[in-house]
């Protein structure tokens, strides 16, 4: 009888980037808080920041790491994540028959990020039931599954006939077919190698979602059907969990502070993730473009993002002194908390699927300025699907930079988008609450997870 009322175990594989790190550690607490043992299965390098403070009952294992954190470094995240699948299966497995050990045979799943597929092989060697969360949008999984069904190579051919561009995918409306093709990663086949590996989903028996059916219902629709195992959408995992950034770098609190001091919504909230790195040149057009539209700003800009400088100290002496006369300059913000601020009133994005989510739940309009392709498309949607954002395409000029942050924070079409953001608050905040969708999914994940 006390075996049949011992909480099941979970163990959880993100991916050792922060982006990735975030939405899987919201999914633990918000299974944890349904009664389920969480352990989290982590790298040497990535370890989340005073887990006993942010995730109190959480169990962390560290497993060998065949990658130093040099190797992120040296070949970037894309050709890392590659190399960590081709490396990390036979500790992963060691790792989970020890835990097999320790916990009685008691894990009732493996939840494994979908870009951690060698995770997939692994649990169905070790006969455990597996499920599998992806981190980004829906309609980007969808863009990548019908990818997978077209000859690649036939595809690459028509792409430069621009009518065909910019054709609608069937019933898939406004995915173009354009928007199917790889990032510029370097060359074709690795990548086409990576997005066949994610789109297969070998032995898992379900397929969680960051995301919701009142921002992404045609896309999950697709999903359901096309997939043929069942796919939950629980987002936004940060407010159905009402869990924490879990960032892995420390965050600057004094920047609420100095939002304390600012105007209602006249700030513009500046940072580009926690990957890519920037031109000099663009910094330094933004950071022309940003004074010049006298609103104050809060930038983030982390070491070593720019390209030949080590931060806003090696910018010249003229605009850095301006930057730091006009706006409030960290390395890392607690982003949720700097969204929530009744100062904020609009957000300069790389437009990734969390920042996405965060800044919709705020109800804060968005400056869309992506790097690659995932971002490219929810930049789409921010600006024509939901129109709550603007897009910047093409080189960064200063006066476009002041024109767009007057357009979002000072005139009526900000004020409008604004509105819209707000609808669409209560949309998302309504989805996790008692009767909403994501709420029910969540439940209905969770029954599944104790049965299996």
């Known amino acids: 009888m006390k075996k049949m009322e011992a909480k099941r175990r979970i163990v959880l594989v993100p991916v050792p980037l922060q982006g990735h790190i975030t939405p899987m550690m919201q999914l633990g607490k918000a299974l944890y808080l349904k009664g389920l043992s969480i352990t989290v299965v982590e790298g040497q390098f990535n370890r989340v920041s005073s887990p006993s403070q942010h995730f109190p009952g959480f169990q962390f294992v560290t497993i060998p790491e065949s990658l130093p954190e040099s190797e992120l470094e040296r070949l970037g995240a894309f050709h890392f994540v590659l190399k960590i699948n081709k490396t990390s299966e036979a500790s992963f497995k060691d790792c989970i028959r020890q835990l097999l050990r320790q916990q009685g045979n008691d894990i009732a799943c493996i939840i494994y990020d979908e870009f951690m597929y060698f995770c997939g092989a692994a649990a169905t060697e070790l006969k455990l039931p597996n499920v599998i969360l992806c981190t980004q949008s829906a309609t980007n999984h969808v863009s990548r599954c019908v990818y997978s069904k077209l000859n690649a190579e036939k595809f690459l051919v028509d792409m430069e006939d621009p009518e065909l561009r910019d054709k609608v995918v069937d019933n898939l409306h406004p995915l173009r077919y354009k928007d199917l093709l790889p990032s510029d990663f370097g060359p074709l086949e690795p990548v086409l190698e ?85 031109e000099a040149k663009e910094v330094l057009e933004m950071a022309w473009g940003l004074c010049n539209s006298n609103q104050p700003f809060l930038w983030v800009i982390r070491s070593g993002s720019i390209h030949g400088f080590n931060g806003i100290e090696s910018l010249p002496e003229e605009v850095g002194k301006m930057a730091l006369e006009r706006g409030y300059i960290v390395k890392q913000a607690p982003q949720i908390e700097v969204l929530g601020h009744p100062a904020v009133g609009g957000f300069w994005s790389h437009c990734g699927w969390n920042s996405t989510l965060e800044s919709i739940v705020e109800g804060v309009p968005m400056i869309c300025r992506p790097f690659d392709g995932e971002q490219k498309l929810n930049a789409k949607f921010i600006e024509t699907v939901w129109s709550v954002g603007i897009l910047l395409e093409g080189e960064v000029e200063r006066g476009e930079v002041e024109r767009a942050v007057k357009r979002l924070i000072v005139d009526d079409e900000g004020a409008g988008m604004r509105e819209r953001a707000l609808v669409l608050k209560e949309k998302l905040k309504a989805s996790v609450r008692s009767g909403g969708s994501s709420y029910n999914a969540l439940d209905e994940l969770v029954k599944q997870l104790k049965i299996e």
């Open 194 to 278: 990576f997005r066949r590996e994610v789109v297969n989903k070998r032995t898992a028996s379900a397929l969680i979602l960051n995301t919701t059916r009142c921002l992404e219902s045609l896309s999950l629709s697709w999903l359901q059907q096309e997939l043929g195992i069942r796919v939950y959408s629980l987002g936004p995992l940060h407010i159905t969990a009402s869990a924490p950034g879990s960032s892995l770098v420390e965050e600057d609190m004094s920047c609420i502070e100095w939002l304390n001091n600012q105007k209602p919504r006249s700030v513009i909230y500046v940072s580009v993730g926690t990957i890519h790195l920037m």
